[in-house]
């Protein structure tokens, strides 16, 4: 027992002394909310937006004022045709297009219907959102004042379309992928370069041939970056709660422990890594390559697993983040308890268990 | 006197087809400096790993400090003290954290630990440099403290891989003072080395050419038997006919 605490003493002194990676592993997440928090802010002012009114009437006069009135568009030019629409977009300044048809006024009175075409640069996918909204909103503004003290139910219906992004998704779902991200990030890859420097070091051999035991080595490796891994996810949950406004809806107890679990699948991932290579710079590869793109790719973070191919569906299957990601998901956002997710919670379970016992038995006492 | 720590029967060990070491049979006795001289890849790293317990033989027969290599291990480990030929301190912790860690895996009282780093940190004069990371010593007085930490558990045995590579003359003569102190204090000393000079020094020395010991006795019979003035001229003459090289 002493000689283990001996051991992770040691290797807390490894993490405080490296200023640059100590910076990194609490840094990065806080500095990832923030950035996030930031890029999710929903309110954006004075976007300048074209139009291009091909009907010249009282009714498209009227919109297309009212939308420059609002304090959240500025028209910046009309234009005389849709073709013009891309040329403006492709400049960079323009975030949405207005496109009122011909006869928009006379379809308006004689067919009730009219419609009218919001084309919004999805390039940027929370302005994009935002701004759509915004300009249904005033059109529906104008329609309900057009239904005052008439009997005719006038309807204009906005026909919004997503240029570049058609696939749009939640705001908060960001929240769990990151914790995913950076758990992996900082477990697999700071195990494997830990354990493969001993290795590079010669330090591992005096280690072997002294009587401490190696799976000692191992847990001691593993107890630093538990401890600030889960300082990352307390510190997360903060960041979500009060700089976000997104509080768990579920148990936080439950979170934790799933978060445990996740922590132990990524330390045995790294601690497989680091039996497989030689160097740090081939550790921190491998790391990175298993890490950051199934996070990235396969956890339904980023993209929706469901619109996937088959072939990619089946292999998302065995990326331990994609579990983590569900189950967080549901937790934090749905609130679930633990009878909806403990089957997503066994399969993790199963992942850490395997990973620990095949890296283990992987770890060689012996150097040859 | 004549109490062996160190014995092995047709020692050998096998990588696929190609025999690095081949029926190794010697015996090193207690307190003795044992020196284990060969050209690059004559076997000097694999016999010792075999006898460290890094290495499992392939045949033959080994004790260490009593104890057989196939069956305790363990054992083994608590006897023996190692210093590899890469630099085995970790650069980022200051002396005396390096002196407290290895004691402390060696699991030394923390009564014992204490007036051990005292003991060391006088015995090389590195009170100054305490609490100096180990990164800002020069080469050689790293060398001398993971030797001195090496033994910092009293071992029945230490194992020295090529412990003197790139430090200077003046340093290498120091640590040998170092070397002689541990074998005063009862150590018994195995070292491997490629340096003529420290041959020199051992007390017997066992000259491996191609994975077979060809020559074992002390320096100055070696001299006579091989009609030499030096170490060196007797290497030679054995290491000519060598067929491995790197």
């Excluded at chain 1, 330390?267 to 890490?291: D, H, N, P, V």
Aim: aromatic share 10%; net charge neutral.
């Amino acid at each position: 027992m002493k000689q283990l605490l001996s051991f992770i003493k040691k290797e807390f002194y490894h993490v405080f002394r490296d200023r640059k990676t100590l910076l990194m592993l609490f840094g990065l997440p806080i500095a990832q909310i923030i950035l996030f928090g930031f890029a999710l802010t929903n309110e954006i002012k004075n976007a300048k937006i074209v139009v291009v009114d091909y009907a010249k009437d009282e009714a498209s006069r009227q919109i297309a004022d009212k939308v420059d009135a609002s304090t959240y568009f500025d028209i910046d030019k009309y234009l005389s045709g849709h073709e013009e629409i891309e040329e403006a977009f492709r400049s960079g300044k323009i975030k949405m297009a207005l496109i009122f048809p011909d006869h928009f006024y006379s379809d308006l009175l004689h067919t009730n219907k009219a419609q009218v075409q919001v084309i919004a640069d999805a390039s940027d996918l929370n302005t994009a959102t935002t701004l759509t909204n915004y300009i249904s909103n005033i059109i529906t503004d104008y329609q309900s004042g057009l239904n005052k003290g008439t009997t005719i139910p006038y309807r204009i219906v906005p026909e919004i379309r997503m240029l570049y992004n058609p696939q749009l998704k939640g705001e908060h779902t960001f929240i769990p992928g990151m914790m995913a991200m950076i758990m992996m990030i900082i477990c697999v890859m700071m195990t494997a370069i830990s354990i493969v420097r001993e290795k590079e070091l010669g330090t591992m051999e005096i280690l072997l041939v002294s009587p401490f035991k190696p799976i000692l080595v191992i847990l001691s490796k593993f107890v630093p970056y538990l401890l600030i891994s889960l300082m990352n996810v307390t510190s997360i949950l903060l960041l979500s709660k009060f700089f976000l406004n997104l509080p768990v809806q579920g148990s936080i107890v439950l979170l934790y422990a799933i978060s445990f679990i996740f922590i132990i699948t990524s330390l045995c991932l790294g601690l497989l890594i680091s039996i497989k290579s030689e160097s740090q710079q081939t550790a921190m590869f491998i790391s990175l390559m298993a890490t950051l793109l199934p996070t990235l790719l396969l956890s339904g973070f980023m993209f929706p697993i469901e619109n996937m191919p088959l072939p990619l569906q089946i292999i998302s299957n065995i990326v331990p983040s994609k579990w983590f990601y569900v189950i967080v998901k549901s937790i934090m956002i749905k609130g679930s308890g633990f009878q909806t997710i403990w089957k997503e919670t066994l399969i993790l379970c199963g992942m850490a268990l395997f990973l620990l016992i095949v890296s283990l038995r992987s770890f060689k006492i012996r150097l040859a | 006197m004549n109490e062996s720590v160190i014995t092995t029967n047709k020692l050998t060990k096998q990588f696929g087809d190609f025999i690095a070491a081949n029926e190794l049979s010697f015996e090193v006795n207690k307190g003795e400096i044992f020196g284990f001289l060969g050209a690059n890849g004559a076997g000097k790293t694999t016999a010792m790993r075999m006898l460290c317990g890094l290495l499992v033989p392939s045949s033959g027969t080994a004790t260490v400090a009593g104890y057989d290599v196939y069956k305790h291990r363990e054992k083994i480990k608590q006897n023996i003290g190692y210093m590899s030929q890469k630099f085995s301190l970790y650069e980022d912790l200051t002396v005396s954290e390096n002196i407290k860690f290895y004691a402390g895996i060696y699991g030394l009282s923390d009564s014992l630990i204490k007036e051990k780093s005292e003991q060391l940190i006088h015995q090389l004069d590195l009170r100054k440099e305490e609490n100096q990371l180990v990164s800002s010593l020069p080469l050689g007085w790293r060398q001398k403290l993971a030797f001195s930490v090496a033994v910092i558990h009293d071992p029945k045995i230490v194992f020295l891989d090529e412990p003197t590579g790139g430090v200077d003359p003046v340093t290498r003569r120091q640590f040998w003072d170092l070397i002689y102190d541990a074998a005063h204090r009862g150590i018994t000393v195995f070292v491997t080395t490629h340096y003529m000079d420290e041959a020199e020094y051992c007390n017997r020395i066992s000259i491996m050419v191609d994975g077979v010991i060809e020559a074992l006795d002390t320096p100055a019979n070696l001299k006579k038997n091989y009609s030499s003035k030096s170490m060196d001229e007797v290497f030679r003459q054995l290491a000519r006919n060598a067929k491995r090289s790197e």
